[in-house]
């Protein structure tokens, strides 16, 4: 078997497929369309669970301590209703046996050049600025034609470019599912003067929008996401949010906004995440588009990664097509039960959340209810 994989994105899938790759004893070359100093907005995926954390530690030693170290740990959730709080739970935040925290929240450009550096380190070559064209896969292995027109062959590829994949469309590979009828909009805001013990809260009906607000910190600042009510605007409801920055988050002393996008989340999953000939493996996104709820998308995306490397090594890729299918087909199930909660299209569901807020004074089960259901089933449910 050859020991050659290329890896087709340098996101953070694709750059932890290469050190898994590389940990497992193959060969690995990234191949990514953006140059190496491209500017990267935002701090899109932030939040790293301890299983994430584990698995970057697992192939390159020191690497998921570094990541957790970058970042920021909060030991508090908060959930009010209209401005009433009706749930708030605390849980320790140390180390467990592993010596990881239980998560940590950081700007993927943070986890991205913790990725870089690593690979760099590990003696990966990555070719930047040169995105895939063309992918022809064989019984023998696969070559992959470049936009500068340069030929790369190698045993397997392992697809990690995102969302609008080449690989994927160059495999004829259709998505499955459904789109959001909501829009949701998400601003980073630097952290001004953070509260001594950050939290993340959500709102119910936040009382100066009137709307769904979830606030997340991270290491340098705060993520707001406003859900839109449907037919709105977003970006009327964006500039109302800068507005009123100050209402929204009161905790922060001077808060600026420093990114602002609209998303319009999707549900879908590849009809297959490897090609007949066994030699092309999806991963992450190229594989499977998830809401945010419950920071399913990167996690589970890192977790294909590293499945990805151990299914070439072990000539396992048939395995690996069907068991990270299942994960994302139930952490698609997951994350969509989060959504239509959050959307609650029919009028029982709106009173069920309205009789809850108003009982969780004296019902502890009520306000867990309200507090859990916007990120969907446990990780403990749902395998990444």
Do not use: K
């Not at 690989?167 to 998400?186: C, N, Y």
């Not at 905790?251 to 420093?258: A, D, K, S």
């Amino acid at each position: 078997m050859s020991r050659s994989v290329l890896v087709a994105g340098a996101g953070p899938v694709g750059l932890s497929a290469a050190l898994a790759a590389a940990a497992s004893g193959l060969s690995p070359r990234v191949l990514e369309a953006r140059g190496r100093d491209e500017e990267r907005a935002g701090s899109r995926a932030l939040f790293v669970h301890r299983a994430t954390l584990r698995h970057l530690e697992a192939v390159r030693p020191g690497l998921g301590a570094a990541v957790a170290a970058a970042g920021l740990t909060w030991s508090t959730h908060r959930t009010l209703w209209a401005g009433s709080e009706v749930h708030r739970r605390s849980f320790p935040t140390g180390p467990a046996g592993s010596g990881l925290p239980p998560f940590t929240s950081l700007p993927q450009t943070v986890l991205e050049d913790l990725l870089r550096d690593a690979c760099e380190a590990s003696g990966i070559p990555v070719s930047w600025g040169d995105a895939v064209h063309r992918v022809t896969a064989g019984r023998e292995g696969v070559r992959v034609r470049t936009a500068s027109g340069a030929e790369h062959r190698g045993g397997h590829l392992i697809a990690c470019d995102g969302p609008r994949s080449v690989v994927r469309a160059e495999l004829g590979v259709a998505m499955a599912g459904v789109t959001t009828p909501a829009d949701f909009v998400v601003l980073d805001v630097d952290e001004g003067t953070l509260p001594a013990e950050p939290e993340r809260v959500f709102h119910y009906r936040h009382p100066a929008l009137g709307r769904n607000v979830l606030l997340v910190p991270f290491r340098g600042g705060w993520r707001i996401d406003v859900q839109c009510r449907a037919g709105e605007d977003p970006d009327r409801v964006g500039a109302e949010t800068s507005r009123r920055l100050s209402e929204v988050v009161p905790q922060l002393n001077g808060p600026r906004i420093t990114w602002t996008s609209v998303y319009r989340f999707q549900q879908r999953v590849a009809e297959s995440f490897t090609d007949p000939q066994e030699r092309v493996l999806l991963a992450g996104e190229a594989a499977h588009l998830l809401p945010p709820f419950g920071a399913r998308g990167m996690n589970s995306g890192i977790a294909d990664a590293v499945a990805a490397a151990r299914a070439v090594r072990e000539d396992a890729v048939a395995t690996y097509g069907h068991e990270r299918r299942r994960a994302a087909e139930q952490n698609v199930a997951a994350a969509g039960s989060a959504l239509h909660h959050l959307l609650a299209p029919r009028r029982r569901q709106r009173w069920a959340q309205r009789a809850a807020a108003a009982v969780a004074p004296w019902s502890p089960a009520a306000g867990r209810w309200l507090d859990a259901a916007p990120y969907g089933p446990r990780l403990r449910s749902v395998r990444y």
